[in-house]
């Protein structure tokens, strides 16, 4: 008999933050964000591609006001390991410069990127800058990092879904899960 997949890929273990439980919380940041943002004549939204791409365009949707949309492209990552090292491989577009910028990614792991694209931004002169992304994993942090809109916290698992992925697969999943790379293979 043909077996029944719940998951559209073999490495997915459970779901742990469910598509309604993200939604929510999404709603509840982009209010957030409107709110603090009043005075702010400028205001981007810069993304890190593309774990990011999912949560931004869902975010930008709830905030209800003038807003510019930017991305930049770094990588740090290698499958399911940090490397430490943080290469710019494309940079935004939008002169920053007088901005009040949010810095957006989908999760933060051990901080190093956050906290190498924030100091590459800071010498650019944004009116301000802060950070926001939608996962922390606070038990791995090597470097101190002040995330000043969060989505959930979550325990050291590896993660996919809602844009973020594991070997470039997952990212389309509504929820995010955990995964097991023991799984499928029996
Ligand atoms: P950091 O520089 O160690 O904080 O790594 C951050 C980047 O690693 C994120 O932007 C993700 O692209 C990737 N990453 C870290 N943990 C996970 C995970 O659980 N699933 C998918 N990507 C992850
Ligand atoms: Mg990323």
């Known amino acids: 008999m ?20 993200i939604e929510n919380r999404v709603k509840i940041l982009g209010e957030t964000i409107h709110h603090d943002y ?3 004549e400028r205001l981007l939204l810069l993304g890190l591609l593309r774990g990011s791409v999912v949560f931004i365009t869902d975010l930008m949707r709830k905030i209800n006001r003038a807003i510019t949309m930017d991305f930049m492209s770094v990588s740090s990552y290698n499958k399911s390991e940090s490397s430490g090292f943080v290469r710019i491989d ?14 957006v990614d989908d999760i933060v792991d051990t901080g190093y990127t956050i906290r190498t694209v924030q100091k590459l931004l800071q010498d650019r002169e944004p009116r301000s800058l802060k950070v926001c992304a939608l996962l922390d994993k606070p038990d791995r942090h090597k470097v101190d990092i002040k995330i000043d ?9 590896f993660v996919v879904g809602y844009g973020l992925d594991y070997d470039e697969k997952g990212r389309n999943l509504p929820y995010i899960a955990s995964i097991d790379l023991n799984k499928g293979q029996d």
């Open 2 to 21: 043909e077996k029944v997949r719940q998951f559209p890929y073999d490495f997915i273990e459970r779901v742990i933050i469910t598509q309604e439980e």
């Open 38 to 40: 009043k005075d702010s």
């Open 90 to 103: 494309a940079d935004h577009k939008t002169n920053i410069r007088g901005w009040d910028v949010i810095l």
């Open 149 to 157: 809109y969060l989505g959930f916290s979550i325990p050291d698992y």
